[in-house]
Every structure is written in structure tokens, then in C-alpha cells.
């Protein structure tokens, strides 16, 4: 199981930030982001003698080591460019996007109809499993598909065996990309709150002194393709560091940008917002905002994590509210088991699922109609609006978060008959109209049996014919559409039930699978951790979890708790057969 790489050692990036005072000053203001040569102000990083290759290699391990070297992006990949033929080494220019295969792989002759006439050239087939690959963007995309390239080798004048024709781009392995590279998220807002969206995007890991000004360079980028119009960005795309990141006398970090404009002291806000919470997973120091060499925001020269409003209230769930669960046609409390006041607690409604907002204000709920169902919406513990929308199924429906955390949110969604993305919105009169959902990029358009937006309303995932998707939120004046949609862990997760997010970035998928009726993914697909299986029976049914809550799922035997990976799933206090349990959102 792969496990995040958060930067768990803070600490030591201080001293090692220290150290790099004086090389800082003298380094390149970073004009790239690609993944063969992260811009790393502040890095130290010296031009270092590669070593030549072991002598004696036969074309098999002339290709491994050369895979196996591509773990260290220094200079350009120098280390796995010793295995090429010499002017190859100077000439070869990868592909910018970076392929991760799983940690076995093959390296086999070519068949001997494709092999040269020559006896001193050879051709290898590297063959392996591709997991995904690392974007121009530094973004990961999913997708697991076979790996086979040809690598031509030749016997050179000294007897040693080097790479001719290598592949297109750089290869490396599951555990080498986790060693190389550090897993951190750049943040963005919701197009029209201040609910605050993470990027999830991979920075070189070493040499620590240089992660904050990498992580910042990814943040004057923009978002990754995938959030693309999803989210706002403050900063803008004309902004630029006007030197390097550097340690000042004191220890504070300084991030002196340029190029923001007039902006006024609410988006300068929402500017520094951005910049100290991605650099809060690799500096402990304060950080130094400067537009245009004066402070940022005004009256506030310096910033840690805690300066900062609580952007996370608008998208996350008050700890008031313990969540609620269908049971037999009813919503009752998931914290004493009691109904809700209104009729879909009072039995008036035959709930089949429901949603509460995230503030708690609002309920959505599917009610039974004959051999129909219908969607009704409306403040919670009162008569509910009966939406037009006919269907014979709609998924539970989730609701997108309000403009701020005092306001009622406006929409809510559902899937009709499986395959009809809708959103139920709010008119200037007070009425629920169901609109439709652009999803024709779902390159599959399959069978969706859920839907859950993300609590920052950016994205959404989804379950489609049992695969994971997640799917990034775009809004214009004329609708809504379901944009870069990507399949996560599909090879792992081929029978899921449901889903729901624990957080910014990371979901939680039960399944019908015994192997793994559990697991967390992060949102790009690349960490994936299976949770304990003692005390559930499967097929699941249902998961709920929220920010700082414990994940709660439904087996067939009733509802049970975890908080942790490794934890045994404990009975719920309010366990019962066929309860379907929800956090607000």
C-alpha cells in the first residue's frame, strides 16, 4: 500500500533553508515547470559529476539501470543519460510528461525477426504496467494500461553497451517517483466563495532547502489542467516572482512578487491566503509577502497558517451536527437515533435517501411515489418542495456549499435513471428547477449509481459502471459541466458501491469486493490505502465521512466506525439494519 508522503519533517527544512541563504542569492529566478527541470531557487544545487555506468553490463541491465537511474532528476536526468550513447547524451529531449510504472517490470530481448543484422546492436523490450504519469503541470493522471517500448542498444568502440534509441520519455517506478518526488497541494477558491480548493501537483523532494520556492513557482502556474475554470485564482496569471525565495536575517521566509496589480486588500488577502497555505506542508518559517518590494496586504508584512481567516468554514460541516441516516423510510439522527423533526422524520415521507446542507439549514430528500421517485428540497424539519424531475431511481443527492457559511446553499444534485446528471436549482422566486448537467466528457457514459460534489463545490465523484471518477465542477452563464473526468485505481477498485470525500483531496470508496470493501484514494488516484476489514461484512452499501470525523460505512449487518487505516471497525452507537448513514454535504 502506498502511503502519502506529506512532508512529515518540518523541522529540518528550517536549518536546511538557513543554509541555503547565501547560494539562494546568487541563483535563477525560475522561468519553468516542467518535470525534468523544476526551477529550485534556493536549492544549492551544484552541477555534480555523474559517475560512468558498472562496466561489463549486458543490454538487459544497461536498460533496468537506465530506468532505475531516472529516480534522480538532477541535471537534467544526468544519471540516466550516462546509459545513452555519447552524443546522445547531449542531443536525447524527453517527452515533459514523466511515466509511472509499477515496481516490477521487465526488461526481455526483442524477437529475433525484429532484432539488426548488426551483431553489435541488440533491441530490448521494456515492458512493464503504467500506473500514470506526471503531467507538464506537475499534476498526476491516472490510467493503467500496458507499458512496451523498444530500446535499441550498441556495442560502443570500447566494448560497453549504451542506449541509442531510448524511449521517448522518462520511465520510473511506483516507489522511485515516491522517493524523488513530494506530494503537495497548491491552493486555488471555489469560483464564487472563499471555500479554498487544493490542487494536488508533486514537486522534486530534494534538496529540501529548495521546496518552498518550487512549491511556490507550481502556484504562479495556475491550476493544473484538470481544475481548468473550476476555481478562482487571486493571484492572476501576469504574477511573478520578482527575485528569488530567500531566508532573510530573522528566518522568515520571503516570497517577493510582482506583477498583482491594483487589487484591493480582499483579493490581496485571498492572495496571501494561497501562498501561506501551500507552503504550510514545507516551511515552518513565517512567510514574507511582498508586492513590488512593500508588504502584500498592508499592516501585515509577515504571515504563518494561523494568521489566516477560516477559509475551511464554508465547506466544512459544523462539529454540531453529527450527521443523519435513513432507516425505513425516515431521517433520524446518526448521533441518538431518533427522528428529525418534519415529515421526513414523522414517516409523512417514504424517504429512500436524503442530503443535508452543509450548515444544516436544508434538507434534500428522495421520497417514494409508486413505482417512481420524486426529489423534494426545502428548509430542514419542514414541508419539502416536490421538484419536477420524474425518474424510477435517483442517486442520494448532495448539495453544492453555500456562498458563505451564514447563507442557505442554492443547488443541489442528482443522478436521474443512471445516466442524466441534473442540479436542482433555486430561482429568483424560491423555486427548486431541475436543469441538466454537461457530462458528454465522460468518455464511458455508463451506468452512475452516486454522486457526491466535493464540500468546496469544485469537483465531483462519481461511481460509473463501478469505477471511481472524479470529475472537476466548470460553471459559465449558460450551465454547468462535468470537465477532465478520470478514472482512479481502476485495476483496484472495479466494484464500488459508493463514495464520499474525507477532505479537499481525498475520498473514501466502499465496494462489493471482499478483497477491498474500504480504501482511501487521494483525488488524483495516485495513493491508495486500504483500510481494516475486521468485524465488516460485505458487500458494502453506503460511506459517509466529512473533515475530522470518523468514517462511518453500512454492511449488510448494520453501520459501523473507524478513524483510522489500521483501526477495527467498531459497531456504531446507533447501528441498524438497512440505515444508510450521511454527513452534512
Known amino acids: 500500500m502506498r502511503r502519502r508522503r506529506r512532508f512529515a519533517n518540518v523541522a529540518a527544512l528550517v536549518s536546511a533553508l538557513l543554509l541555503a541563504i547565501v547560494t539562494a542569492s546568487c541563483a535563477a529566478i525560475p522561468t519553468e515547470s516542467q518535470p525534468k527541470a523544476i526551477p529550485q531557487p534556493n536549492a544549492g544545487q551544484a552541477t555534480q559529476e555523474v559517475p560512468e555506468p558498472e562496466l561489463g553490463l549486458d543490454p538487459l541491465s544497461v536498460v533496468r539501470e537506465f530506468v532505475r537511474n531516472s529516480v534522480q532528476p538532477a541535471n537534467d536526468y544526468a544519471a540516466s543519460r550516462a546509459y545513452l550513447s555519447g552524443p ?90 515516491n522517493d524523488a518526488y513530494l506530494q503537495v497541494p497548491v491552493y486555488f477558491f471555489a469560483p464564487d466563495s472563499t471555500a479554498l480548493v487544493s490542487d494536488l501537483r508533486y514537486v522534486v523532494a530534494r534538496p529540501q532547502s529548495g521546496l518552498p520556492a518550487r512549491v511556490v513557482d507550481l502556484l504562479l502556474s495556475g491550476p493544473s489542467d484538470g481544475l481548468t475554470g473550476a476555481v478562482r485564482n487571486p493571484i492572476g496569471e501576469s504574477a511573478a516572482l520578482d527575485s528569488n525565495v530567500t531566508i532573510s536575517n530573522d528566518g522568515a521566509l520571503v516570497v517577493p512578487l510582482t506583477g498583482l496589480g491594483e487589487e484591493p486588500v480582499q483579493e490581496r488577502e485571498l492572495m496571501a491566503a494561497q501562498v501561506v497555505r501551500s507552503l504550510q506542508h514545507v516551511t515552518t518559517s513565517r512567510v514574507k509577502l511582498l508586492s513590488d518590494g512593500t508588504p502584500l496586504v498592508s499592516g501585515q508584512p509577515e504571515w504563518r497558517p494561523s494568521d489566516l481567516p477560516a477559509y475551511d468554514t464554508v465547506s466544512a460541516p459544523s462539529a454540531e451536527l453529527p450527521g443523519l441516516m435513513t432507516v425505513n423510510g425516515r431521517v433520524r439522527s446518526l448521533g441518538t437515533g431518533a427522528p428529525i423533526e418534519g415529515p421526513a422524520g414523522s414517516g409523512a415521507y417514504q424517504v429512500v435517501s436524503a442530503a443535508q446542507a452543509i450548515n444544516g439549514n436544508q434538507l434534500a430528500v428522495v421520497v417514494s411515489s409508486g413505482d417512481q421517485v420524486r426529489l423534494r428540497v426545502g428548509d430542514y424539519g419542514a414541508q419539502a418542495q416536490e421538484v419536477e424531475l420524474t425518474a424510477s431511481l435517483l442517486t442520494r443527492p448532495t448539495w453544492r456549499p453555500p456562498v458563505s457559511k451564514d447563507d442557505k446553499s442554492t443547488e443541489v444534485w442528482t443522478v436521474a435513471d443512471g445516466d442524466q446528471v441534473t442540479r436542482v436549482q433555486q430561482d429568483a422566486d424560491g423555486q427548486w428547477v431541475a436543469l441538466p448537467v454537461n457530462a458528454s466528457e465522460l468518455s464511458d457514459p455508463g451506468w452512475i449509481s452516486a454522486l457526491r460534489l466535493s464540500r468546496d463545490g469544485a469537483r465531483a465523484a462519481l461511481v460509473v459502471d463501478g469505477k471511481l471518477v472524479v470529475a472537476s465542477v466548470v460553471r459559465t452563464a449558460s450551465g454547468a459541466t462535468l470537465r477532465a473526468p478520470r478514472v482512479l485505481q481502476e485495476d483496484r477498485l472495479t466494484s464500488v458501491v459508493d463514495v464520499d470525500w474525507i477532505d479537499h483531496d481525498t475520498l473514501v470508496a466502499v465496494t462489493s469486493s471482499d478483497r477491498a470493501p474500504v480504501a482511501r484514494v487521494s483525488v488524483d488516484g495516485f495513493q491508495f490505502d486500504q483500510y481494516n476489514t475486521s468485524n465488516l461484512t460485505p458487500p458494502m452499501r453506503a460511506v459517509t465521512a466529512a473533515p475530522g470525523r470518523p468514517i462511518v460505512v453500512a454492511d449488510r449487518s448494520g453501520l459501523w466506525t473507524a478513524a483510522e487505516i489500521g483501526a477495527v471497525w467498531v459497531p456504531h452507537d446507533q447501528s441498524a439494519a438497512g440505515a444508510e448513514p450521511f454527513y452534512p454535504g
Request: net charge negative; proline share 9%.
Open 88 to 177: 546522445l547524451r547531449e542531443q536525447w529531449q524527453p517527452d515533459p510528461s514523466l511515466r509511472v510504472i509499477e515496481d516490477e517490470f521487465g526488461t526481455v530481448y526483442a524477437p529475433e525477426a525484429e532484432q539488426p543484422a548488426d551483431p553489435n546492436e541488440r533491441v530490448v523490450a521494456l515492458r512493464a504496467v503504467e500506473v500514470g504519469r506526471l503531467a507538464a503541470d506537475h499534476s498526476f493522471i491516472a490510467g493503467v494500461e500496458d507499458y512496451r517500448t523498444p530500446v535499441r542498444v550498441r556495442r560502443q568502440a570500447d566494448g560497453e553497451w549504451r542506449i541509442v534509441d531510448p524511449p521517448d520519455g522518462i520511465v520510473i517506478t511506483e516507489n522511485d517517483f
